[in-house]
């Protein structure tokens, strides 16, 4: 065993040394003992760096693509599963190959310094190495094409919900338009089970840059494209959360664009349409904070069922306290939070395009106050 440490420090020693020639015998395994040890520090600093984290995060919201919960990201992760095996293999191979060969033929103290034999053109082993790889790369390709064709030309069950997503800087606008449904950053779709199937069908357009869909364990990314509408669908299998972001760089918050799917049993599901079909909220304790809303420029960027706002740039306000986030994910949605918000939405996501309104602090405690019965 001690030998055996020993042998491999030196052999560490040789290749952390192979540009210094003058090195002697003792001094090469000095600094192999070196190398190991400094080896040995970043692993356990690696290991408990990935097992921190891990203990930190809720494991039901991570968005793992090997987790799949949905029918499309289940056949894409059974595919990477199928070409993570083989190039794993092809990995082991290789990598043994090589370690074998550099610690059985390393440099030792008392070679010769001639060159060994060398071996060119053998038929046999070279149809090998081009046959063999490219009956690989066939499979592969094979295998993916299957895939896509399965994910991307699936039959639309007449049972489907449609969804329209449309990527903006940086939100997500939801529209059901068979439901006259309009909505923001999180999507709610049902639960779907081999005897009653209820996919979502999603349309996905751009209002500005390019942005990607993406709900790991639901479905693939698909990128919303100006001028053009791409399409997806995902059929989660359990109630839950999952979540997901924009996958393509879209301008300074791209990364506080994040998307909440929240799938229901078909009975919640219901409620939650019934809740969204539902006018915006009136009561009339609030209407100082309403004509707020009304008679500032909050009107210009957003929409607001049964008021004069309607603007399509931001988020549709109508039913604002039924979602769990403010600034699509960026924080959670709480009157304090909302307040801080509309006051300085820049603290929360920088270089966001909603302005700070400059509200006095009586007209912004009023329209707080009437935004936060939008249930
Ligand atoms: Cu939208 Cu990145």
Redesign the pocket.
């Given at each position: 065993m001690r030998t055996g440490l020993r042998r491999l420090q030196t052999s560490i020693g040789y290749s952390v040394t192979t540009a210094m020639p003058g090195l002697k015998g003792p001094e090469v395994e000095a600094r192999g003992r070196n190398a190991w040890w400094k080896l040995r520090v970043l692993v356990l600093i690696l290991a408990g760096l990935s097992l921190s984290a891990a203990s930190a995060a809720d494991r039901s919201l991570v968005p793992s693509m090997f987790r799949p919960e949905s029918t499309p990201a289940q056949s894409i992760s059974q595919l990477s599963l199928f070409t993570l095996a083989i190039t794993g293999a092809i990995f082991a191979v290789v990598f043994g190959l090589i370690a074998y060969a550099a610690i059985r033929f390393r440099r030792r103290a008392n070679d010769d310094g001639r060159e060994p034999a060398q071996v060119y053109g053998s038929n046999p082993v070279e149809a090998a190495w081009t046959i063999l790889p490219l009956l690989i790369v066939v499979v592969l390709a094979l295998a993916t094409a299957r895939v896509i064709q399965e994910v991307q030309n699936a039959p639309r069950p007449t049972s489907a919900l449609d969804v329209q997503v449309v990527?903006h800087?940086?939100w997500w606008e939801i529209r059901y338009p068979k439901l006259g449904i309009l909505t923001a950053n999180e999507l709610h779709v049902p639960v779907s089970n081999p005897r009653n199937r209820a996919p979502t069908f999603i349309e996905l357009r751009s209002a500005d840059?390019?942005?990607?869909f993406w709900v790991p364990r639901l479905a693939g990314k698909t990128d919303?494209i100006p001028n053009r509408v791409n399409h997806m669908w995902l059929e989660p299998t359990r109630p839950g959360l999952f979540v997901g972001?924009?996958?393509?760089?879209?301008?300074t918050q791209?990364?506080k664009?994040l998307l909440r799917v929240y799938a229901h049993t078909p009975e919640d599901f219901e409620r939650w349409v019934k809740d969204q079909q539902a006018i915006g909220a009136s009561d009339p304790a609030v209407a100082a904070g309403r004509l707020v809303f009304e008679r500032t420029a909050c009107i210009n960027c957003h929409s607001l069922n049964g008021t004069v706002g309607n603007g399509r740039f931001g988020p549709d306000l109508s039913h604002l306290m039924s979602r769990e986030t403010l600034g699509s994910g960026a924080l959670k949605n709480s009157p304090e939070n909302l307040q801080a918000w509309i006051k300085s939405p820049n603290q929360f996501k920088p270089g966001v395009l909603m302005p700070a309104m400059n509200l006095s602090s009586t007209e912004l405690e009023q329209l707080v106050a009437y935004l936060t019965t939008l249930k």
């Open positions: 990527g800087q940086w840059v390019a942005h990607s919303l972001q924009c996958a393509e760089y879209c301008g791209h990364a664009m």
